[in-house]
């Protein structure tokens, strides 16, 4: 998969501090693959949801969401957010 933003997604990351591993590790994973569908994504991430025409990954846990979008027939996948669960649960990032 293409990953666009790169630099937005780990300065992202650096802002909350504890997570750089975790979303540095997610970014290599993604890149080496190529998902078809959300159950594709899922066969490497299990607990990832789609909501709207957005894709939410669980980073570090349960602490941080992961919000992308991602074309499947190109393969880009689009950073969109990176919120700790509870900047998550507001929904503000729906908007």
Do not use: P
């Not at 937005?8 to 970014?27: F, K, P, S």
């Not at 066969?43 to 992308?68: E, H, P």
Request: with cysteine.
């Amino acid at each position: 998969m293409r990953i666009i933003a790169k630099r937005r997604l780990l300065a992202m990351a650096e802002v909350h501090g504890d997570c750089v591993d975790q979303v540095t590790r997610w970014y290599r994973t993604a890149r080496a693959e190529e998902w078809q569908s959300l159950a594709d994504v899922r066969k490497t991430y299990r607990d990832t949801d789609s909501v709207g025409d957005k894709t939410v990954f669980n980073i570090k846990g349960n602490d941080y969401r992961l919000i992308v979008h991602i074309n499947y027939q190109t393969g880009v996948i689009y950073i969109k957010n990176l919120l700790t669960h509870a900047e998550y649960d507001r929904g503000e990032w729906k908007e």
